[in-house]
């Protein structure tokens, strides 16, 4: 979704550090990008244009620009189709404010008709626009930026981060978030603001995160932050946060893709994901255990997380325990109260739809909320009562990877903990298994040769494999846009047999154990009408056509093991058609609005 980068110096051009994070923040999906930058004598100058950042800096010179303010921006088109004027920033009339923003002005119509009405001429479809005519009424109107900017925030309702650059104040920006993320970045010379740490992380590692509803007024030497009343918050409430996330892991290294490298950090990974502080998985089990009922909350791959969680929570720990899609979460409401825990997962945190649910929750009056997060700093962790986070760096490529596995570490951790059982076991050990699954590469570049050309493919598993056998399909269907299904073996007399046709794969998560018996059953019932089996399993079976070995392992590290070869499925499937495994088209990283 979109990215904010904006900088401001007291002795640097700051186009260069501009161009450097829209390039950084490129994995949050986007269509179209632009700068704008205030030189010494008070104009503002925007380059903006539809495709990829480097293509914005081939055609227009970006990093040549002068200035030592500047806002930038990648859009992924909400309101108003890819065009360059409605790419951002978005200008007032007069010229004097330039924005970008993060989010929907859900009211833009009616704020719009009454701009219209003063004389405001609208040069865009976007609702952000309205974000810099509001300002500039607000401007004209108060001659201060911080009152424009909190004039403009107070008659918007929707989500929202934006950054407004004034013409006739060559050192300062100005910005406000409404449930979309916007962070400061505290470097010597030069201070950002930005939808994501990553975007400042080669300038500087100091990070201040703002709270919800606040407006920010930042200068090189300077920060102040007001609440939407606009009163001044104590700059104690400011804490200073060192990221810990190194620039290393940001680079692909000899990967020829983000997505790749990320499936292969996964060995490092999952045991980093181990590493959490006793106490507080301590705090976190004591939560679930004093919990009445647990209803846990996501989206995408971290929703198929949930549901693995939810089978040890209920199966091992017998909780009354939910999942619910974030997005869904309204129908769960009538069950939310004071003796339920919330468990929120996400990799980004800035999910808007599972801060909704929180959200929700919250209004509720539910129990508590403890999350499970990659991103240190996130909404969710602030909205949290405890977070623990998934330590595996950060995961750049779209689709969810490294992370997925680490949430189910975490997950596993957590509910050993509940039960007093210790399912996860040495984390060198786990590391290795993992290695042993990748070693599975080879075979799935020749399965994604052979079958890159069929239309549809299924995944089906029994019990705590299933939300693998989703898992699986849903990466197929990111990375390589071919049809998939991922679905419960029980399920398929009860409808899916009738798709089957000669030649249509099967994925079948067959490992050793309960209910391997029932799903080679299905296996055959699949083969015997054409399907070609792909079985993910401990041994090789005559029913499959391919046997992707998978290492030997508990119930609760199978998922990691058997997800990893589906991974690299897609990742090929993606790269034999052609497709960059990195920027699906369509999506976004961070789905930040609803
Ligand atoms: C997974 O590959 C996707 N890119 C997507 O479904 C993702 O898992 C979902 O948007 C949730 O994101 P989050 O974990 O950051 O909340």
Redesign the pocket.
Known sequence: MCGIIAAVSSEEEVAPLLLEGLKREEYRGYDSAGVALLDGRGSIAVKKDVGMVRELEARHGVSKLKGQAGIAHTRWATHGGVSRENAHPQVSCDGEVAIVHNGIVENYVALKKALEAKGHVFVSETDSEVIAHLVEEGYEKEGDPVAAALAAANLMRGQYAFVALFSDRPRLLVGARYDAPLVVGLGERTRFLASDVLAFLAETDKAVFLDNKEVVELTPESLRVFNLKGREMSPKTRKETHVAWELGSLSKANYAHYTLKEIHEQPATVQAALAQDPEKVGEAAERITRARSVVLT??????HAALLMKLRLALEAKMRCEVVL?GEFERELPFIDEGTLLVA???????AD?LEAVKMARRKKVGGVLSMV??AGSS?VRQSDQSLLLNCGPEVG????K??TAQVMVGNLMIDRVTGRESVGDPRRLGQLVERALESEPLMRELARRYSGRPDFYFIARGGHYPVAQEGA??LK?LSYIHAEGMPASELKHGTLALIEEGTPVVVVAPNGPGYDDTISNAQELAARGAEIIGIAQKPHPVFKHTVAIPASNGTVAPVLEVVPLQLLAYFMATERRNDPDHPRN?????TVK
């Open positions: 996501a989206a995408g791959s971290s929703y974030s997962m996400s990799q980004s945190g800035e999910t599972v990659n991103a969710l779209v689709a969810a990877t992370s997925f849903l990466k990111e999506l976004a990283k961070s789905v």
